[in-house]
C-alpha cells in the first residue's frame, strides 16, 4: 500500500489562496492516475480533481473549476492542488488518493487504492 502525505491546509479567509500537496516516496509516481476529494461536516466526500497519469488530462468539479488547479511533479512524487478565490463553502478535509490501474482521469472514488489521511481546510474571516 502506497503511504500519501497531505499538507499545505489552514485556515484562510474567503478569496484566499492555499496550495495543498500530496506527496509520497520510493515510489514511480508517474505510474498512478491522481484524485483529490473532500469532505465537509455532515455531507458525503465528494470528488473535486483528477489528473490522468500522464498528466495530460485534468478535470475538475463544476464548484471548483475555475478556481483550482491540479498538477503534478513526478521527479519530486507529488501533486498539487492550488486552490484561489477560496470560499466559506470550500471548507472540509481535503484527500488525495491514486490509483493504480486506472490511469485515466475520474473522480469516481471506487477507482482509487490508496488514500492520504486528509488535511483541514477551513475558509471563513
Known amino acids: 500500500q502506497l503511504q500519501l502525505v497531505e499538507s499545505g491546509g489552514g485556515l484562510v479567509q474567503p478569496g484566499g489562496s492555499l496550495r495543498l500537496a500530496c506527496a509520497t516516496s520510493?515510489?514511480?509516481?508517474?505510474?498512478?492516475?491522481i484524485g483529490w476529494f473532500r469532505q465537509a461536516p455532515g455531507k458525503e466526500r465528494e470528488g473535486v480533481s483528477c489528473?490522468?497519469?500522464?498528466?495530460?488530462?485534468?478535470n475538475y468539479a463544476d464548484s471548483v473549476k475555475g478556481r483550482f488547479t491540479i498538477s503534478r511533479d513526478n521527479a519530486k512524487s507529488t501533486a498539487y492542488l492550488q486552490m484561489n478565490t477560496l470560499k466559506p463553502e470550500d471548507s472540509a478535509v481535503y484527500y488525495c488518493a491514486v490509483s493504480r490501474t486506472y490511469f485515466g482521469c475520474s473522480v469516481a472514488e471506487n477507482l482509487y487504492d490508496d488514500w492520504g489521511q486528509g488535511t483541514q481546510v477551513t475558509v471563513s474571516s
Open positions: 489528473i490522468s497519469r500522464s498528466g495530460a488530462t485534468r
Open positions: 520510493g515510489s514511480a509516481w508517474d505510474n498512478y492516475a
